[in-house]
Nanobody, 122 residues
Framework: QVQLVESGGGSVQAGGSLRLSCAASGYTGKRYCMGWFRQAPGKEREGVARISGYELTSYADSVKGRFTISKDNANNSLYLQMNSLKPEDTATYYC????????????????WGQGTQVTVSS
């Protein structure tokens, strides 16, 4: 059973940076796609960034150039470096994984963490 545990959330002022981490257990990592999602109060969950088993990355338009997703297969960890944070980035951030080389739809991700809160003040 795959388990995902996020960490690194917190409160920061606009323009600041945070680095989220996701520790994964229960699988070998390389053949899984992984991603970060977020959900703000009263809004639907949205995809932020994803990385395939081939190390290909994609980002939501709202975070391109500011966020970077990466993973460490040796340590079964996923990261999200967030720079130039904006108040609209405030949300609960979730780590997700899917048992396939590439994930496209949210439903491709079968495993989810509990989330970590990110709050950006203006």
């Amino acid at each position: 059973q795959v388990q995902l545990v996020e960490s690194g959330g917190g409160s920061v002022q606009a323009g600041g940076s945070l680095r989220l981490s996701c520790a994964a257990s229960g699988y070998t990592g390389k053949r899984y796609c992984m991603g970060w999602f977020r959900q703000a109060p009263g809004k639907e969950r949205e995809g932020v960034a994803r990385i395939s088993g081939y190390e290909l990355t994609s980002y939501a338009d709202s975070v391109k150039g500011r966020f970077t997703i990466s993973k460490d297969n040796a340590n079964n960890s996923l990261y999200l470096q967030m720079n130039s944070l904006k108040p609209e980035d405030t949300a609960t951030y979730y780590c997700a994984a899917g048992e396939r080389w590439s994930c496209f739809a949210t439903t491709d991700f079968g495993y989810w963490g509990q989330g970590t809160q990110v709050t950006v003040s203006s």
